[in-house]
């Protein structure tokens, strides 16, 4: 089952620089995407979410851009920051009242000093 | 800031044993949660709970777990006979009232690593 996909399991990039950490999904029922940052042995750390009518969402260094006929949404970080090293997963969920948020398998993101 | 918490943080048990996860949701949350991620593997969804029963259960959501909301506060994941492939981080989680099905921010917990031997 691979309706949500982060081709990039890892990510390295200079501190200052940007970000962009990818996601692709193919249940065109998705109607709320979600970004989602994990330390090690921590949960999932709700980050900046989108909704499907909306094709941009800006939070602080963090922005989500949606384009709906690619399937395919971004996490730009900028300015990137050390710690800002984690693992990204993203997540979307169902119209019709689903509860269940699927989730990709998450990109690792390094960011060097 | 409120958070989700749960115990034990990990917890090793022998196959065949019964094990129960507990959770304290966010206190104004309505909606409860469990998720869990095999190592290496993806975050899955498990169950969703709301006014006291199960509002939706995935494939992985068998006859041997069981949820619980005993008293009002605690919300528990019960795995009746563990099983090997039962290891995993098993996440809790909870959601404010107010909200659609959908568009809704779910909060979790920082996991209780389940190891079955």
């Known amino acids: 089952d691979q309706q949500v996909k982060q081709n990039s399991p890892s990510l390295s990039v200079q501190e200052g620089r940007i970000s962009i950490l990818n996601c692709d999904y193919t249940n065109s029922m998705f109607d709320y995407f979600l970004w989602y940052k994990k330390y090690p042995a921590e949960g999932p750390t709700f980050l900046i979410s989108?909704?499907?009518?909306?094709d941009k969402n800006e939070d602080g260094r963090f922005t989500v851009f949606l384009n709906k006929s690619a399937k395919h949404l971004s996490l730009h970080i900028v300015p990137s920051q050390p710690g800002d090293s984690a693992v990204y997963f993203c997540?979307?969920?169902?119209?019709?009242?689903?509860?269940?948020?699927?989730f990709g398998k998450g990109t690792k993101l390094t960011v060097n000093p | 800031e409120p958070e989700v918490t749960q115990t034990p943080s990990h917890q090793v048990t022998q196959m065949g044993q019964e094990v129960i996860l507990r959770c304290v949701p966010i206190?104004?949350?309505?909606?409860f949660y469990w998720y869990r991620q095999i190592l290496g593997q993806k975050v899955e969804f498990l169950v969703s709970f709301y006014n006291n029963e199960i509002s939706e259960k995935s494939e992985i959501f068998d006859d041997q777990f069981s949820v619980e909301r005993p008293d009002g506060s605690n919300f528990t994941l019960k795995i009746r006979s563990t099983k090997l492939e039962d290891s995993a981080m098993y996440f809790c989680?909870?959601?404010?009232?107010?909200?659609?099905?959908?568009?809704?921010?779910?909060?979790f917990g920082e996991g209780s690593w389940l190891t079955v031997v």
């Open positions: 997540a979307a969920s169902f119209q019709g009242g689903s509860e269940k948020l699927v």
């Open positions: 989680a909870s959601r404010p009232p107010g909200q659609g099905g959908s568009g809704n921010t779910i909060y």
């Open positions: 989108i909704s499907s009518i909306k």
């Open positions: 206190s104004n949350h309505l909606y």
